[in-house]
Nanobody
Framework: QVQLVESGGGLVQAGGSLRLSCAAS????????MGWFRQAPGKEREFVAA????????YYADSVKGRFTISRDNAKNTVYLQMSSLKPEDTAVYYC????????????????????WGQGTQVTVSS
């Protein structure tokens, strides 16, 4: 069982940056692919980014490509989402998720492909 705790959310002006962190419990963190999703009020949860267990493969939604960077530190059991050039439409609750084993580009985008979820952290971007 993996427990995930997100942090780093907050209020930022458009064009600013934030770094989200997701700390995972358990000794097998390096066995999990990790993803970030977000959900804005009244909208469905959507894929943001994912990273393979080794950190060597990453996937991004088109809406964040070039602005967000996902990374992980397996020694610290933590995955990060560095967000830059933030826009008001990035406002949402951001969730991290874990999937045991490998992940393909298609799997990365689907919430049902992940086994464990955090509680979320709010990101608000003001215009």
């Amino acid at each position: 069982q993996v427990q995930l705790v997100e942090s780093g959310g907050g209020l930022v002006q458009a064009g600013g940056s934030l770094r989200l962190s997701c700390a995972a419990s358990g000794r097998t963190f390096s066995s999990y692919a990790m993803g970030w999703f977000r959900q804005a009020p009244g909208k469905e949860r959507e894929f943001v980014a994912a990273i393979a267990w080794s950190g060597g493969i990453t996937y991004y939604a088109d809406s964040v490509k070039g602005r967000f960077t996902i990374s992980r530190d397996n020694a610290k059991n933590t995955v990060y989402l560095q967000m830059s050039s933030l826009k008001p439409e990035d406002t949402a609750v951001y969730y991290c998720a874990a999937r045991l084993g490998g992940i393909t580009a298609a799997q990365a985008m689907w919430a049902y492909a992940y086994d464990h979820w955090g509680q979320g952290t709010q990101v608000t971007v003001s215009s």
